[in-house]
């Protein structure tokens, strides 16, 4: 039996592709190494999800259950505690290995639909040197360990790194009855969205160290504080700033990587910017019938937007079994100035397409330009914490093109 | 004598930075680009609410608690009674989303509702 497509991942994107799929007459297998579906839904309790998609404001374990109660309806079939551990393309078909309880099986498939999520920087990744002790989590570690198995990690919390999760976990504890002593911040600005900073931090009167970087983890068996210095313009610690700050437990939230590893094996074209692959507007990679959404694609900061993308990437699938998929990669676009990246990476011009992107650094009277074509977009105030979405219109390009640089002066 | 108050308005992604002076009972707002940020300059003077989120212990569930909300904002200032309230409760499962675990919680007017289902074990 060959299925038209295989969803790898049970999150927000995968959930998605999986319904959405299923509705477009698809055969579909979709497969989380997890007992349970949602991805990092189900233990992000606070609300705020679902504006743009419900237009309701829902917390993550509702809105998880809006997807996975669709997709029971649907009939659709799934494996969890599934862990993939291969894929092979030969030809048209591939094939995915993965081992379960029941053990390790391999299925075919038409497509697949890669929606793997993101990883989690962790501590040596940040150069933070001391002792191997308990009590230093990542920051997912944590909301999984309190929000889905109601285990309380630490008392006196030292975070790194102030991104929105950083944020959210410093309100949580705090609101677990632990203390929360430092948010400590590598950059001269926060990371998080101005929301979170009043409501998770000045709710509860947490300090934030901005451009101060936690140089290592000291203590015997459990951690029993970190050293901490102020850094310069170019991020290097300033001699002579250091103070030492007591604490049992150390959060790391320095940001997500997508988790990508069996695409890199597979030789799928990477975009360093990213992290991810590179896509087209179907977001197709460059092996053909391989697609990509949600966190694997490039780290979003709305679950609006991964689940935008899996039913792109389930339409896409469609196309691709039905044999009616065009071919895409025929422009390539490039970010320049103050822009980190853009996705996709290729367009088609051949129909209008969402781009999504990220500056490098917050700036006020932001130009958006295509230099190619000459068109500019003016944004009063731009944030490396706020994704954009900018929509390139068919009309606007040249038939002749086959570069297109998007910059942000 | 007058109370200066400094805000970052979250109402947009414009983050507008905010001076507000409380004289009285009169109210003046400086640095707001809208309406809706003096609205919620105003609601965060005089009385600041919260939508609260914990979890709650389980009994007898396939995972031992289950996370809940409160379905309106509550006061910012009883926030810690009603954290201190959660902590002591425990419920059996099976949970449904929705279920209201507790109503009116501690006279707020809020219900606090489950946002997921465990089953039993």
């Not at chain 1, 659709?76 to 390790?104: F, H, M, N, Q, W």
């Amino acid at each position: 039996m060959i299925y038209d497509t295989v969803v790898i991942g049970g999150g927000p994107a995968g959930l998605a592709a999986s319904i959405k799929a299923r509705e477009e007459g698809l055969n579909v297998l979709l497969l989380d190494e997890k007992d349970y579906l949602g991805g990092i839904l189900p233990q992000c309790i606070h609300p705020g999800f679902g504006l743009h998609y419900f237009k309701e404001d829902l917390t993550g374990p509702e809105f998880a259950h809006r997807l996975i109660e669709k997709l029971e309806d649907m009939g659709v079939e799934k494996r969890l505690t599934a862990t993939v551990l291969d894929i092979t393309v030969e030809g048209d078909k591939k094939k995915v290995k993965y081992v379960s309880p029941e053990g390790l099986e391999s299925v075919a498939t038409k497509s697949i639909i890669y929606a793997s999520g993101a990883r989690e920087r962790h501590r040596f990744e940040l150069g933070i040197v001391g002792d191997r002790v308990a009590g230093i989590f990542t920051a997912g570690e944590a909301q999984t360990l309190m929000d889905i198995y109601g285990v309380m990690p630490g008392k006196e919390v030292v975070i790194v790194g102030s991104g929105d999760v950083g944020l959210i976990m410093a309100r949580r504890f705090a609101l677990e009855g632990a203390r929360v002593k430092a948010v400590v911040e590598l950059m001269p600005y926060p990371g998080g969205l101005a929301r979170n900073i009043v409501q998770c931090l000045q709710d509860f009167s947490i300090p934030l160290y901005l451009s101060h970087r936690v140089l290592e983890i000291r203590g015997r068996k459990r951690v029993e504080g970190v050293k901490i210095a102020k850094v310069d313009d170019n991020l290097e610690s300033l001699p002579g700033t250091e103070f030492d700050m007591p604490c049992d437990t150390v959060i790391i939230s320095a940001g997500l990587i997508p988790r990508i590893k069996l695409l890199k094996k597979l030789g799928v074209e990477m975009d360093a910017n990213t992290g991810g692959p590179m896509v087209d507007e179907n977001l197709e990679t460059s092996i053909s019938g391989i697609f990509v959404a949600g966190n694997a694609l490039l780290i979003n900061d709305l679950v609006d937007y991964v689940v935008e993308q899996g039913e792109i990437a389930a339409l896409s699938a469609k196309k691709y079994v039905e044999g009616s998929l065009q071919p895409s990669r025929r422009i390539r676009i490039r970010a320049e100035g103050n822009l980190r990246f853009v996705v996709p990476q290729y367009v088609s011009g051949k129909r209008d397409v969402i781009l999504y992107g990220r500056v490098k650094k917050p700036q006020e009277g932001a130009i958006f330009k295509f230099r190619e074509i000459g068109e500019e977009r003016r944004y009063p105030v731009v944030k490396p914490s706020e994704m954009f979405k900018i929509k390139l219109r068919v009309e606007r390009i040249p038939s002749n093109i086959r570069e297109l640089t998007l910059e942000v002066k | 004598m007058s109370k200066i108050y400094r805000f970052t308005c979250i109402v947009c992604p414009l983050g507008c930075y905010v001076e507000a002076e409380l004289e009285g009972e009169n109210l003046k707002i400086q640095g707001c680009k809208c309406p809706r940020g003096e609205e919620w300059v105003r609601s965060e003077i005089f009385e600041p609410k919260r939508v609260l989120m914990s979890v709650i212990k389980v009994k007898n569930g396939v995972y031992p608690v289950v996370s809940v909300k409160t379905d309106r904002p509550v006061p910012k200032d009883r926030i810690s009674q009603i954290m201190r309230f959660l902590s002591n409760l425990e419920i059996s499962a099976p949970v449904k989303i929705g279920q209201v675990i507790v109503e009116n919680v501690l006279d707020t007017g809020a219900n606090i509702v489950a946002t997921k289902d465990v089953e039993k074990k």
